[in-house]
């Protein structure tokens, strides 16, 4: 199949167009390389270009004959978010709507796109099911939220088949340790505390140490970036015109933020050291998925179901690219 893969350079992105490539699709990978999104992508299938660019996306969809796609192309810091709304409105709102868009004028019907779990905020159950109201408690969970409802509306009044997959904490690289996360600036937990491990940084800060959890630090489902990928590839596989599916993507097993520098000191063999800070705006205390419907819909079971393993790759990574791709 012809897919787009729009993001398609940064971190899930890259790690889904390799996966889609070695599948057997021809893959076209749009991206306005900003943000740390240097992954390699082989020149000749690299459009770049600003995501909310409608003239440039039809151009690409229609020249390149593209039969899906899939978006990753969206800011996703939850306190960044919460700092700087109009950012993120603008850039995961405005931006998926052009794509929608210019989806229709090309008549391209099948759309895969990365939404998260951000979207439920603080639910009351634990594991999340997919059927929790979602009550996002962040502007980034918000503008999810809004074009999942965009993609609902645009399947049923305009054929559109779309899968919107609610991605709990991506982690892990490649484990060939080819491709991996670096974000720019980096905020996500494991990258940091791998970052004490290089020596790059004297110790990491745990944001909050007094939540309603037993070791009082956040608890996230991390789950490895091939591992989406898959479920990526089996949910284009499964979209049909004018329907929708939306689903979990965790493994089901939740890792407080001692639990993740744990894990990275028997990784690394490195002490690093923690020290206890505020809390971070926006962080909810409990995050792990209700991950049957995925194995249900897109007979999906994560290959990585301990953090342990996801940091493993991780490190493989961070070590052999220590400032990242080309910093
Ligand atoms: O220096 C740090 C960085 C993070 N944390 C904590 O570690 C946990 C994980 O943080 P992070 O890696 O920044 O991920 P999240 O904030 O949980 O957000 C990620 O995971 C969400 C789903 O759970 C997605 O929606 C977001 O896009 C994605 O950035 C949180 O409790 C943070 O408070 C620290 O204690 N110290």
């Known amino acids: ?80 978010s919460v700092n700087d709304p109009s950012l993120y409105y603008r850039n995961n709102v405005i931006a998926a709507l052009e794509l929608l868009d210019a989806m229709r004028e090309a008549d391209v019907k099948k759309l895969v796109f990365s939404s998260t779990t951000a979207t439920y905020g603080e639910p009351d159950t634990i594991p999340i099911p997919e059927t929790t109201p ?33 991605y709990f904490n991506a982690a892990g690289a490649s484990p060939d340790g080819t491709i991996g996360e670096d974000h720019d600036p980096e905020s996500h937990l494991i990258p940091l505390v791998l970052q004490v491990a290089l020596g790059q940084r004297e110790s990491i800060t745990v944001f909050g140490n007094d939540y309603p959890t037993p070791d009082g630090t956040c608890i996230r489902d991390y789950v490895h970036v091939d591992d989406l990928g898959a479920a990526h590839l089996a949910a284009m596989d499964r979209l049909e015109p004018g329907k929708g599916i939306c689903v979990n993507l965790g493994t089901g097993n939740g890792y407080s933020v001692r639990e993740v520098i744990e894990a990275c000191r028997q990784v690394t063999g490195h002490p690093i050291p923690e020290v206890s800070g505020e809390r971070r705006a926006g962080d909810p205390p409990e995050l792990i998925a209700d991950a049957r419907l995925a194995k249900e819909l897109l007979d999906w079971t994560p290959q990585y179901t301990d953090v342990t393993s996801i940091v493993k790759t991780a490190w493989n990574w961070h070590r052999s690219h220590p400032t990242g791709y080309t910093k």
């Open 1 to 80: 199949m012809n897919v787009l893969v729009v993001g398609g350079a940064g971190y899930v992105g890259s790690h889904c167009a390799r996966l889609l490539r070695s599948q057997g699709h021809t893959v076209y990978v749009y991206d306005n390389l900003s943000r740390g999104h240097r992954q390699a992508v082989p020149d000749d299938r690299l459009v770049v270009g600003e995501a909310a660019d409608r003239e440039l996306l039809v151009k690409t969809l229609r020249d390149h004959k593209i039969e899906a796609v899939m978006h990753f192309a969206a800011f996703a810091l939850v306190n960044e």
């Open 134 to 166: 979602q009550n996002p408690i962040n502007p980034y969970g918000f503008t999810k939220l809004v074009i999942e409802q965009a993609m609902a509306d645009y399947a049923a009044a305009y054929g559109l088949g779309y899968a919107a997959l609610r």
